[in-house]
């Protein structure tokens, strides 16, 4: 079974909620969406932020479109019907790529399955003390703690009977990489970071100094926090015209500001573009 380490610090990336906006068909901006949900899986991103860049009315709506898809992605393909709703957003999200991460189990058969395997699930019953879990298989798993139908849970399997139970795992718990969350914002990207835990922010532009050109210095400063946000830009907008809306510079917010494309041979440079080349050359010091 593949088994991909989790990182030993948080990764989060910030992207703008425009990155979308350039797109006006919705199955093109789903398929956008798709390709920075790869990524974020490729490269074990923990957290993703959606923010909002773009004064206009359709700011909010693109958080919402972003979030949703981002967040159906990385939800295992059993429990989406169950966990989502049928609405117009999703009308093109069959051609998403699947993510073939560890918590996208494909096997349904519960003899197929390891002892021990890891599954996120969803409860459907509670009574007599136990909560029945669904967790991709033919049957339900049991698990002994009464637990909210519609919770959504990870657990751990004991054994493989006619009537399977499991145990519950914190994600914390688990040694492998488990896919990310998404988180959309209402708030300016200036205004989140001043109050952000993360130990280490780093924004991205093509006015930034070449990556490689401070590689120790980003490597050493890496190793010394807990938490990294990456912050990125929007088709129109550098990160630097995005902050001064906020009457703020890059150095209020960012401890580096790098361009991961140096001597690019296009005008622009694409977020997903810069968020994969960005997240590659990171990928390094690690």
């Known amino acids: 079974m593949f088994h991909p380490m989790k990182r030993p610090r948080k990764l989060i990336v910030a992207l703008p909620a425009s990155i979308v906006s350039d797109i006006p068909h919705l199955r093109e901006k789903t398929q956008r969406i798709g390709q920075i949900g790869r990524l974020l899986a490729i490269f074990r991103v923990n957290e993703a932020i959606i923010y909002p860049d773009d004064p206009s009315h359709e700011t ?54 390891a002892i021990n395997e890891i599954r996120i699930g969803l409860v459907v019953q509670s009574m007599g ?15 002994r703690e009464v637990l909210r139908p519609g919770k959504k849970v990870t657990v751990r399997l004991l054994d493989k009977s006619n009537a ?40 991205t532009s093509k006015y930034g100094v ?10 050493c400063a890496w190793e010394r926090s807990d938490s990294v946000v990456i912050l990125f830009g929007s088709p129109s907008e550098g990160i ?10 890059v150095g209020d917010v960012a401890q580096f500001l790098v361009n991961s494309v140096p001597e690019q041979g296009t005008q622009t440079v694409r977020t997903e573009e810069a968020l994969a080349s960005t997240l590659s050359m990171l990928n390094i010091i690690e």
């Open 60 to 113: 909010e709506r693109n958080v919402e479109l972003i979030r949703a898809i981002l967040s159906y992605m990385d939800t295992p393909q059993y429990l989406r019907r169950r966990l989502f709703k049928i609405i117009p957003e999703f009308r093109y999200v069959g051609i998403l790529p699947p993510l073939r991460t560890p918590h996208h189990p494909t096997e349904s058969r519960l003899e197929a399955a």
């Open 164 to 203: 399977p139970s499991a145990t519950l795992v914190k994600k914390e718990e688990i040694e492998i990489y488990w896919g990310y969350n998404v988180t959309a914002s209402a708030t300016p990207i200036g205004k989140l970071m001043k109050k952000t835990s993360a130990d280490l922010v780093i924004a």
């Open 210 to 219: 070449p990556m490689m050109n401070m590689i120790k210095d980003i490597k």
């Open 240 to 249: 630097q015209e995005i902050l001064s809306r906020e009457n703020l510079k």
């Open 129 to 143: 003390g136990c909560s029945l879990i669904d967790v991709g298989f033919e049957v339900p798993v049991k698990v």
